[in-house]
């Protein structure tokens, strides 16, 4: 079993991950654009975000060159962010980077042949249509969706289009992660019991932006075009900025930190989405005008939907007024525990002889193993040049060339946005939240959830 973990995480080191999933069929609409073996790959950046500054941008200067790749265009509708954004790849790139007010812009130039979108959390999905309709493959940061109608009109475009997109799920380009999966899908670690996940910090800035409030004009951006889909309301600059902290535009905690974590219990499981979900929380610390909670713990049922009588729960609990940004996530069996901060697997709570034996039952311990503990996760403040991150675009880059599906193909988004969906519906109405399968819908309330 150790000879084994070792060859495979060997083979999902730092080559960039390549995706270990059957290539699809792609439509001949999908080859207007075939990438040669020695074509530079064009590449646009599609709001210059916090995010991509501080990390896609390490993390592409890390690749770009033994890829063949390049920046050569920056969308931002806000004029300062668009011009600092093509000045530092320029500095970066040495070529000409041109800046454009909008997407619209930016694809009308016919200049590139994939995007970065690091724009706000409830413009992913719509900046997604927009690229692959382009033509364009992309790179997506998470949450990929915040509504089901988002949700829906993004996997479908992108299945339409055959185009490669790769959301920013960086976990799934951890080699601990892949031992982890490889581990559970063994069936050696047993039936999963139960799953943990926080996620704490004491942080009274994050997603505060202070310094900007002042400087963002309504006049240099476009807040009809921020808003998209959205309900009209009159300009704010905190909303703009600090979007993260209110609804609709962002979930807050569920849509920036547990769609990391809840990924990986669809990944290692392979169930698509919780069976249900009950939420609680508020705002106890910082009364700063936000409308997202500061606290919140969720919980949620998971299993086959034919069979109520296997599954287990998961838990998502995340504070923002105390913590070290040590996220966790502990996966339990009747044997013991799989633990991703520590990275190892240990038979720590495990069914021990002396209390088997009062059951006329045999002891059920696992054995110890350390995963590869080279990629934990970074702190979220600190993820500039991850290795996860910078594996994880690396893997976009090679899809791009190969054609073949990468580590968090679109599918991996649209489940992780459900499971979002469905605790921001139980945290709104108080209800416990269900999906519906033939409609694609969440439900709460026996009403479908959108705002």
């Not at 060859?7 to 080559?15: H, P």
Request: glycine letters at 8%.
């Amino acid at each position: 079993m150790e000879n084994s973990r070792r060859t495979f995480i060997r083979q999902a080191s730092i080559a960039g991950l390549s995706v270990m999933l059957p290539k699809t069929s792609w439509s001949a609409k999908s080859y207007k654009r075939i990438i040669g073996a020695n074509d530079r790959v064009q590449v646009g950046v599609v709001g210059f975000s916090d995010r991509h500054r501080s990390s896609h941008m390490p993390c592409f200067m890390n690749h770009y060159k033994e890829l063949n790749f390049e920046i050569v265009a920056v969308s931002d509708i806000w004029k300062k962010r668009r011009e600092e954004g093509a000045a530092m790849w320029k500095e970066k790139m040495q070529n000409d980077v041109k800046s454009y007010r909008n997407n619209e812009e930016l694809y009308n130039s016919k200049s590139v042949d994939a995007v970065f979108i690091g724009t706000a959390d409830f413009q992913h999905a719509s900046h997604t249509i927009e690229a692959v309709r382009a033509g364009c493959d992309a790179y997506v940061e998470k949450p990929f969706a915040e509504t089901m109608e988002d949700n829906k009109a993004a996997l479908k475009a992108v299945r339409e289009s055959g185009k490669i997109v790769q959301i920013g799920s960086q976990r799934r380009s951890g080699t601990n992660y892949h031992a982890a999966y490889e581990f559970i899908k063994s069936g050696k670690f047993g039936p999963v019991t139960m799953v943990e996940l926080t996620w704490n910090v004491n942080q009274p800035g994050r997603w505060r932006r202070p310094e900007l409030l002042n400087v963002l004009k309504e006049q240099d951006t476009d807040w009809k075009r921020f808003l998209g889909n959205r309900p009209y309301e009159k300009f704010d600059p905190r909303i703009y900025l600090e979007y993260r902290l209110f609804w609709p535009y962002s979930s807050g905690l569920p849509g920036q930190w547990m769609s990391h974590q809840i990924d990986t219990v669809h990944w290692f499981t392979g169930l698509k989405h919780p069976r249900s979900v009950v939420a609680n929380g508020g705002i106890y610390q910082w009364k700063d005008g936000r409308r997202n909670w500061d606290t919140i713990l969720a919980a949620f049922d998971y299993g086959p939907l034919d069979d109520l009588s296997q599954g287990f729960q998961v838990t998502f609990g995340s504070r923002m007024h105390n913590g070290d940004e040590h996220p966790a996530e502990i996966y339990y069996s009747n044997g013991g525990e799989l633990n991703l901060i520590t990275n190892k697997i240990s038979p720590k709570g495990g069914l021990t002889e002396k209390m088997a034996a009062a059951m006329n039952m045999k002891a059920n311990l696992l054995p110890e193993i350390s995963l590869d503990n080279s990629e934990q996760v970074v702190a979220s403040a600190n993820t500039g040049g991850d290795q996860l991150t910078s594996n994880h675009i690396r893997n976009w880059m090679e899809c791009i060339r190969s054609r073949k599906q990468p580590n968090a193909p679109v599918e991996a988004g649209y489940s992780h946005s459900i499971a979002n969906i469905m605790t921001t519906a139980a945290a709104h109405t108080g209800a416990k939240a269900t999906f519906d399968e033939k409609t694609q819908e969440v439900m709460a309330n026996g009403k479908i959830f959108k705002y």
